[in-house]
Nanobody, 123 residues
Framework: QVQLVESGGGLVQAGGSLRLSCAAS????????MAWYRQAPGKQRELVAA???????NYADSVKGRFTISRDNVKNTLSLQMNSLKPEDTAVYYC?????????????????WGQGTRVTVSS
């Protein structure tokens, strides 16, 4: 009932910037928390940044001051502005959202993931 589609990944040199976007679609009633996660090769998926529906944010220590998460509650989109990128930021980045949706008969809440977008930072 809900789909998340990321875009904006790519190859960038260290010190460069990228902006990731995530668009949610489907029978959405409301989106609660949204977040970006990443998974580097051979490592576990980790939280990068999160934002509540009210706009409160939190960041992993490794990205504080370099990344900015934002959302548009009207368009149901999520963004991640990544500046001063480092090789250790190389990973597949995933959009995550806690969504209340309408099934046609009742409301339900589910946790959804996008397919991921790859970010590669060269040194």
């Amino acid at each position: 009932q809900v789909q998340l589609v990321e875009s904006g990944g790519g190859l960038v040199q260290a010190g460069g910037s990228l902006r990731l976007s995530c668009a949610a679609s489907g029978s959405i009633f409301s989106i609660n928390a949204m977040a970006w996660y990443r998974q580097a090769p051979g490592k576990q998926r980790e939280l990068v940044a999160a934002v509540t529906s009210a706009g409160s944010t939190n960041y992993a220590d490794s990205v504080k001051g370099r990344f900015t998460i934002s959302r548009d509650n009207v368009k149901n989109t999520l963004s991640l502005q990544m500046n001063s990128l480092k090789p250790e930021d190389t990973a597949v980045y995933y959009c995550n959202a806690d969504v209340t949706y309408y099934t046609g008969r009742y409301y339900n809440t589910g946790d959804y993931w996008g397919q991921g977008t790859r970010v590669t930072v060269s040194s």
